[in-house]
């Protein structure tokens, strides 16, 4: 028997750089790589580059203010499947 693999393209930071970046950016990276899923992040409030952004605090949650300043807007024409990277960790302490 033979089972179906799906691949995600994964959230690395070069795509994070002043922001969180967007799906249109990662859907091309991941066209070429045959990923079939794109991860996007969505967790807390994570450095000091997103607390200067969005003016809430290391380790709040995201508001929908912080999700249009944080992510690059517009998405691919075509469907696209995507997963939210929602993390449930404790507050870092580097901001």
């Known amino acids: 028997m033979r089972k179906n693999v799906s691949y995600v393209y ?43 952004l969005t003016g809430l605090d290391l380790g709040c949650t995201l508001t929908k203010e912080a999700v249009v300043t944080l992510c690059d807007p517009g998405s691919p024409s075509r469907n696209l499947a995507y997963i939210l990277h929602t993390e449930p960790s404790l507050p870092r302490t580097d901001g």
Do not use: H, V
């Not at 091309?28 to 997103?50: H, R, V, W, Y």
């Open 10 to 52: 994964p959230n690395t930071s070069d795509l994070n750089r002043g922001g969180r970046g967007g799906l249109s950016a990662r859907f091309e990276l991941a066209q070429g790589s045959g990923c079939e899923f794109i991860e996007m992040p969505a967790d807390f409030i994570k450095n000091k580059t997103e607390i200067e």
